[in-house]
């Protein structure tokens, strides 16, 4: 590779990672659903075995602390049946926000034994179970691909790095709207802390 064409690069690239982090952790796209003043936000990836066992305990800690747990989907360019798995799950909050929740919940369960190729079996097992109707083709407009997407686009907008990135996030305090939870363990702390403020 030429000198001048690395140079080039070497400039796209740090152009490319100054904007990022110019963009990273904009408050303002960190808010709770309307009517209420402390939410869970968390962006997940349904291939993702951390997303998968800190699941329950987000569950967990949002029905201990009567507030709303909002999953944004960020599939990672590197599991292969990840991006599938959230429209998927977009098509069955569809049909209702608890039916979606359940699809997430049940695909974590089976997550070690999903494959690209199996993928859409678990789904009918899961239509099945819940006598819900899945059409053979789930998306035809594409719109449960374009609310994946727009997840993924807000979570570059935040400035997410991994899954599953879980904030607090609280009309309360605009010092503080948000709050990062770097460790699960200390996830029902948090929320307490940002409720009391």
Request: aromatic share 10%.
């Amino acid at each position: 590779m030429n000198e001048k064409l690395l140079h080039a690069l070497s400039l796209v690239f740090l152009f490319s990672c100054f904007s990022l982090l110019c963009s990273a952790q904009d408050p303002a796209l960190l808010r709770p659903p309307k009517g209420a003043q402390v939410a869970l936000v968390v962006f997940e990836d349904l291939q993702c075995p951390k997303c998968r066992s800190d699941s329950p305990l987000e569950e967990q800690a949002a029905r201990e602390h009567s507030i709303p747990l909002v999953r944004h989907d960020f599939p990672l360019p590197n599991h292969n049946w990840s991006f599938n798995a959230a429209v998927l799950a977009r098509y069955f909050e569809s049909q209702s926000k608890q039916l979606g929740d359940q699809f997430r919940d049940y695909i974590f369960q089976h997550q070690p034994e999903i494959t690209p190729d199996n993928l859409q079996n678990f789904a009918q097992k899961f239509a099945a179970d819940h006598k819900a109707n899945l059409p053979f083709v789930v998306d035809p407009q594409g719109k449960f691909a374009a609310l994946v997407t727009a997840d993924k686009e807000l979570g570059r907008k935040v400035g997410i790095q991994h899954t599953p990135t879980i904030y607090v996030v609280s009309s309360r305090n605009p010092a503080r709207p948000f709050v990062e939870v770097t460790d699960s363990k200390q996830l029902f702390q948090l929320v307490e802390s940002v409720q009391h403020e």
